[in-house]
């Protein structure tokens, strides 16, 4: 067998030429696949890097190795990763590689091995990207129709597959619900199946995420350990599903969810799946995050190197009640704490049928002069008086039955035949069929409108309320219902890409009932997305948490609020709530005229203290510390940059006991022969800690730590039983 390489900019990659063994490398891994001509695509090895000598080896050692895209009926009840019914019935498939070709996609270098079946014409291309650089491998399928006259049912299309050799395999994921988003949870792998799956139809991270961590050496650790981390790129529905049979493999396979969404490929078609993101690290579950961290920001987040603004949303401090003169009060006071944009949430539009509530408006996208006389432009007017930029909220997905638009075309939203519609929030809400091409100009429109009227606005909130209740498209044939959820969504990336075409600055926060729509099949195009409608600080440290795993702190929308909280009524000092909100994009969830001013100038210096590490924490590389998850009454968390020059340490005390002994958390992440200077931000104690304007080595700071008292010295009437610090550590 022959194995052919060359180093392009610093990654290993396959030559163009047809080679019998494939070796695909990123710096600190490598994928082997055995590519004989006219047998199976096989699984070698995907891991640690390994050398030409290596790859002789690991052919010796497992032999025919594993099929690396497994097809349904000539393999038996092996685990399957594409699934077809020819025109005559036929359901069997027998895939064998045809050729491979190298090219050059996005920006990095692309890697294909077609396969082609031995009866029927149909091909599937297996795509495998990498940039250079970076630890993440792109692993997505293109089925080919090569029938010139007949139609194929696809009735199975991952996105990729995966197998991991049978151990002390666990699996981390993030599960949750609205206002609980991004929990995580941590079990080992047993025999049987393991599904992780959302069926939501419009978001798709409220009940479950789609990215795991498998970590090959047992329990999980932040810091050690053999990790593999994957992520399907999707905004739809899909399924991660694990597989632990008799044989000596774990099998992994992800892709959309094919559940009621058997799909037609028409005569001389392609059936491109999602792509999924996979990166290992041999540095615990920190390594694959910092992974896909500095991937997502680079390849994959709109505007991944530009900085995001502190900003003010109007929503937990009005609600529904919008007036000019509340607007323009609560720009001036963002701007006079430092904030940079104030964004008005929902309540500002509808005159026909005002949008007072959730129950009416949703569809008809003109001013309510009302509340607003001098409409948007009086208040881009106002902002630029007060030097910031100015959002505004819109769901343009959805409508309500109370709408003019409702009214006019009720063929436009989705329900099925000879059946009343579910509705959604409010009890009249509906989802727009993005099947429908008039649909998907209209929802372009909307955006398209209000940019070209105030070409100044800085900031969309783009929310989606509701998933797909009602299971029936008016617009698609009654042959072709089942692709219904796929059709969805790919109308939403169409008009996901007119506007980014047109509107390219323009920052967007992908908000859906709170964290539902945190994806990497999203956020190419949105800057960021709201993590939770739940705003508690304490809850915000563990939901947080879990985004981490797979999203950078730039992503991650955090919002000082009131106290007491709204969702759960739980009261947190504001020194608590600013630190939780500055370890992610810093805004503001709160009505400024209820602060006093003591609370308005501390949040002006936690602000102006933001700004001076904000790249730091937004660009920085993470290393999780201590987890709230461990029970040990701390969560801690470090942003260092890739310099090492600078870092930003958060330490939050979880719960307070009695006599509670709390564990001195040790750092990560710095260089341990450079000297670090302790400055700490957001100070309310009477006397600075011990350790404040020393200097220490990183060495140090990651052997032993920093002594972090249970709680604030503060005068006895301001005591409380809440506790947490922002540290800069700056080297000389």
């Known amino acids: ?99 491979v070709s190298a090219g050059d996609v996005d920006g990095g270098k692309v890697t294909t091995v077609t396969l082609r079946d031995t009866a029927y014409p149909f091909s599937v291309d297996i795509n495998y990207l990498v940039y250079p650089g970076e630890d993440v491998i792109e692993t997505w399928a293109d089925i080919n129709n090569l029938d010139k006259k007949n139609s194929i049912i696809l009735t199975r299309f991952a996105s990729g597959y995966l197998p991991v050799r049978y151990g002390d395999v666990w699996v981390s994921h993030l599960y949750g619900s609205a206002k609980n988003e991004a929990r995580v949870e941590c079990a080992p792998l047993g025999h ?77 078609t392609t ?47 009005v609600y529904f009640k919008i007036t000019e003169k509340g607007m323009a009060d609560m720009m001036a006071d963002i701007a006079s704490m430092g904030g940079e944009l104030f ?80 509705y959604g929030r409010g ?48 617009y698609l044939p009654s042959d072709r219902q089942s692709h219904l959820f796929i059709d969805y969504h790919r109308g939403f990336v169409s008009v996901l890409e007119r506007i980014r075409a047109k509107y390219p600055d323009v920052t967007i926060q992908a908000c859906a009932s ?28 563990y939901m947080q948490w879990g985004d981490s795993y797979f999203f950078p702190a730039m992503t991650m929308a955090s919002h000082i609020s009131a106290s007491p909280n709204h969702q759960t009524q739980r009261r947190i000092p504001l020194k608590y709530r600013i630190d939780v909100a500055m370890s992610g994009r810093l805004g503001m969830e709160i009505q400024p005229r209820d602060m006093t001013d003591d609370e308005k100038a501390m949040c002006r210096r936690a602000i102006a203290e933001y700004k001076t590490v904000r790249h730091v924490i937004q660009s920085g590389d993470l290393y999780r510390l201590q987890s709230p998850y461990d029970d040990k009454g701390v969560a801690s968390l470090l942003y260092v940059t890739p310099a090492r020059d600078e870092a930003v340490f958060f330490w939050w005390k979880t719960r307070t006991f009695f006599a509670d002994q709390l564990p001195r958390v040790t750092m990560d992440g710095l260089d341990p022969d450079r000297r670090y200077r302790v400055t700490e931000l957001n100070r309310i104690d009477n006397k600075p800690l011990k350790s404040e304007g020393k200097v220490y080595t990183g060495r140090f700071l990651m052997d032993t730590g920093l002594e972090i008292p249970p709680g604030h010295d503060l005068d006895k009437p301001d005591r409380v039983s809440w506790a947490s610090r922002v540290i800069r550590l700056q080297a000389l």
Not at 44 to 57: E, N, W
Not at 277 to 293: I, K, N, P, Q, W
Not at 522 to 530: A, G, I, M, N, Y
């Open 514 to 541: 709170g964290g539902a729509r945190a994806n990497w099949g999203t956020l190419p195009w949105f800057d960021e997305f709201w993590v939770s409608d739940n705003t508690d600080a304490l809850q915000r440290v």
């Open 343 to 422: 964004v008005m949430d929902d309540g500002w539009f509808g005159v026909e049928y005002p949008r007072d509530n959730a129950k009416a408006g949703l569809g008809d996208w003109m001013v309510d002069r009302r509340k607003l006389p001098h409409g948007i432009r009086g208040l881009l007017d106002t902002a630029r008086r007060n030097g910031i930029d100015f959002g505004i909220w819109i769901e343009p997905e959805m409508v309500n039955t109370a709408s003019r638009l409702y009214r006019e075309h009720p063929d436009w939203v989705l329900k099925p035949a000879n059946r009343e519609p579910v």
């Open 192 to 268: 049987g199946i393991r599904m992780i799956r959302n069926r939501d139809g419009v978001r798709n991270a409220h009940t479950s995420h789609s990215e795991v961590m498998i970590s090959l050496d047992g329990k999980p650790s932040e810091r050690n350990g053999r990790v593999i981390g994957a992520a399907l790129c999707y905004s739809g529905n899909y399924k991660l599903m694990f597989n632990t049979d008799q044989s000596n493999w774990h099998h992994f396979i992800a892709g959309i969810d094919e559940d009621d969404s058997e799909y037609h490929l028409d005569p001389e």
């Open 271 to 317: 059936f491109t799946t999602p792509r999924l993101a996979l990166t290992y690290s041999d540095r615990g579950l920190g390594g694959v995050s910092r992974s896909f961290h500095r991937w997502g920001r680079a390849h994959k987040l709109a505007h991944g190197d530009r900085q995001r603004k502190v900003l003010l949303n109007s929503w937990e401090g």
């Open 427 to 474: 009890g009249t809400q509906l989802v727009l069929d993005l099947c429908n091409p008039a649909v998907q100009d209209f929802v372009f429109n909307i955006v398209d409108t209000l940019m070209t009227s105030y070409p100044d606005i800085d900031y969309i909130k783009w929310d989606a309320n509701m998933n797909i209740k009602n299971h029936g498209s008016q």
């Open 1 to 99: 067998m022959k194995l052919l390489t060359v180093l392009l900019a610093g990654v290993m990659a396959v030559t163009p030429a047809v080679a019998d063994i494939i070796r695909i490398d990123t710096p600190s891994s490598s994928l082997v696949l055995d590519a004989r001509k006219g047998k199976k695509l096989k699984h070698i090895h995907y891991g640690g890097p390994v050398s030409d000598d290596d790859v002789a080896s690991l052919c010796d050692a497992l032999g025919d190795g594993v099929t690396s895209y497994p097809d349904y009926g000539m393999l038996g009840p092996a685990e399957t990763a594409v699934s077809a019914i020819m025109p005559d019935g036929n359901r069997s498939l027998d895939l064998r590689v045809d050729g």
